[in-house]
């Protein structure tokens, strides 16, 4: 089956610029998450949703950060204005559904670079 | 508030030989536990999972996993390691009604030929 994709894989932007990312789960996944990995530490959620609604967007930052997944299937997450410390890997997973015991199956990611 | 301490940022084996990269969580209630591991440039790929039921978990690749709960330990193991093992292993934690996977801060797997 094909894997979770994202695009773009790579991308620089300066700060203040705005920059957005889109992800496609695997087919028949209900729940979409959106991950931020900072090098050297391990992945933090950003914004969990389950089909088209929103399940838990407590860590997401929403004076700049905000994240859509219309028709339940492909989603994009936005950056507007971007700061240095936005300067991570942006990764997309999806699985089955959001019950506490189904693994998750991750993109690979994009990595943004805010110079 | 759940938490994953990976206290190794390194690990080095021969080839061969076995390994542990260690974990220790905490969580309210009982922890579903997680392991990942992520090679270069690619996502995070699922390795095996502890839900309920047999202490010790075993995995894809030849990976296998402890859970000690009176530890609160969910260490990863193989018992001979290969090259293309090293790679980047993160744990990660989930409560019964978090949604969120808490993830440690990761090992560096290194094994040598």
């Known amino acids: 089956e094909a894997g979770v994709a994202q695009s773009p894989r790579y991308k620089i932007i300066e700060k203040r610029q705005s920059v957005a990312f889109w992800c496609n789960p695997i087919?028949?996944?209900?729940?979409l998450y959106w991950y931020q990995q900072i090098l050297g530490q391990g992945p933090k959620l950003l914004i969990q949703?389950?089909?088209?609604?929103?399940?838990?967007d407590s860590q997401l930052p929403k004076d700049r950060f905000s994240a859509e997944r219309l028709k339940g299937v492909d989603s994009t997450l936005k950056i507007q204005p971007a700061k240095l410390e936005d300067s991570a890997v942006y990764l997309c997973?999806?699985?089955?559904?959001?019950?506490?015991?189904?693994?998750?199956?991750f993109g690979p990611g994009t990595r943004l670079t805010v110079t | 508030a759940q938490s994953v301490a990976q206290p190794e940022d390194q690990v080095n084996v021969a080839e061969g030989n076995p390994l542990t990269v260690k974990c220790t969580y905490s969580v309210s209630g009982n922890p579903y536990l997680f392991w990942y591991v992520q090679y270069p440039n690619r996502g995070l790929q699922f390795l095996l999972k502890y839900i309920t039921g047999d202490n010790l978990v075993k995995g894809s690749y030849g990976f296998e996993a402890e859970f000690n709960k009176s530890q609160t330990s969910f260490h990863l193991k193989k018992p001979s390691a290969l090259v293309s093992d090293s790679a980047l292993y993160f744990c990660?934690?989930?409560?019964?009604?978090?949604?969120?996977?808490?993830f440690g801060k990761g090992t560096t797997l290194s094994v040598s030929s």
């Open positions: 997973a999806s699985s089955l559904t959001g019950v506490f015991d189904y693994e998750q199956y």
């Open positions: 990660a934690v989930r409560d019964q009604a978090g949604t969120a996977l808490i």
């Open positions: 087919s028949g996944h209900a729940t």
């Open positions: 949703f389950q089909n088209n609604g929103v399940v838990d």
